[in-house]
């Protein structure tokens, strides 16, 4: 090799070393944010609580033990919110310095969340006045008088509204699709 292709072989992987060095000084400079999320009564895990780490869209999830892990977090001050269903929120401040840990445990007590009622209607044999419902009768002897009908999708396309009759393919033994 000649005097200037080994000097910038040697510039080149100074500069890779450098780098990498860099990278891990950046990493080495978060931390990780644990604990465990616990019901008030009875003091059993929560699993599926998500955890917010403050306004950023980083969160997590507690396994089936209530624990949860927020790794890579960049040192400062933090707000944690944990969320579940049938539960209160609850919001702890956390803080830890660079390349440290902390640990923040929550418990979180149960709330009773009202929902709007749904009515439900049954559709059943009615008369045509009381349901609300559109009934049509498609009468096979009046079509056969004015159209030629050689299967039952000949016969209910287009006159019953809300119904659609699809071709299941194009090939001879294929199937209808009747969608209402």
């Known amino acids: 090799m000649t005097l200037f292709n080994r000097q910038t072989l040697q510039a080149f992987l100074a500069l890779g070393a450098l780098l990498v060095g860099v990278g891990r000084a950046g990493y080495a400079q978060t931390g990780t944010?644990?604990?465990v999320v616990t019901e008030q009564l009875g003091k059993s895990p929560v699993p599926g609580a998500r955890v917010i780490l403050g306004s950023t869209n980083r969160t997590a999830l507690t396994n089936a033990s209530g624990r949860y892990a927020l790794n890579a977090v960049p040192p400062g001050s933090y707000e944690l919110r944990v969320v579940a269903v049938g539960f209160a929120a609850v919001t702890r401040v956390v803080q830890f310095d660079a390349g440290g840990?902390?640990?923040a445990d929550f418990t979180l007590s149960r709330a009773v969340i009202s929902l709007d009622e749904v009515v439900v209607t049954a559709t059943g044999e009615q008369r045509a006045r009381?349901?609300?419902n559109a009934i049509t009768k498609i009468d096979l002897s009046q079509?056969?008088?004015t159209q030629t009908t050689?299967?039952?999708a000949d016969v209910l396309s287009g006159r019953a509204a809300g119904v659609q009759v699809l071709?299941?393919?194009g090939t001879v033994g294929t199937g209808t699709r009747v969608m209402a």
């Open 33 to 35: 944010i644990t604990g």
């Open 101 to 103: 840990s902390a640990s």
């Open 130 to 132: 009381e349901s609300g």
């Open 143 to 145: 079509v056969q008088q």
């Open 150 to 152: 050689s299967n039952f």
């Open 167 to 169: 071709q299941a393919g």
